[in-house]
């Protein structure tokens, strides 16, 4: 079974910045989609941030122009780049990995903590 480990996560003040990276244990195929979800406190989790296997991209609207996802495949990596931090982007992060099978199959990493204070 696929394993995803993340790290980048930490506390910042209001306008920092963080690094996620998510590695996964095997090999990532061209066919996957990726992508960062976040639940914070008192709220269901949210999609903060997609990429697809043709690089297009998608962003909650809340993040969009601060963060940025980008994938290395060779690699087998998802990163998202977090500027511009606000208290509201405090959450646990979680990568997942969507393999695209008949019948798709999400990998979802344990979640790094991020905390913003102002």
């Known amino acids: 079974q696929v394993q995803l480990v993340e790290s980048g996560g930490g506390s910042v003040q209001t306008g920092g910045s963080l690094r996620l990276s998510c590695a996964a244990s095997s090999n990532i195929l061209s066919t996957d989609a990726m992508g960062w979800y976040r639940r914070a406190p008192g709220k269901q989790r949210e999609l903060v941030a997609s990429?697809?296997?043709?690089?297009?991209?998608n962003y909650a609207p809340s993040v969009k122009g601060r963060f940025t996802i980008s994938r290395d495949n060779a690699q087998n990596t998802v990163i998202l780049q977090m500027s511009s931090l606000k208290p509201e982007d405090t959450a646990v992060y979680y990568c997942?990995?969507?393999?695209?099978?008949?019948?798709?199959?999400?990998?979802w990493g344990q979640g790094t903590q991020v905390t913003v204070s102002s």
């Open positions: 997942n990995f969507r393999r695209l099978l008949v019948r798709p199959i999400d990998y």
């Open positions: 990429i697809t296997s043709g690089e297009t991209t």
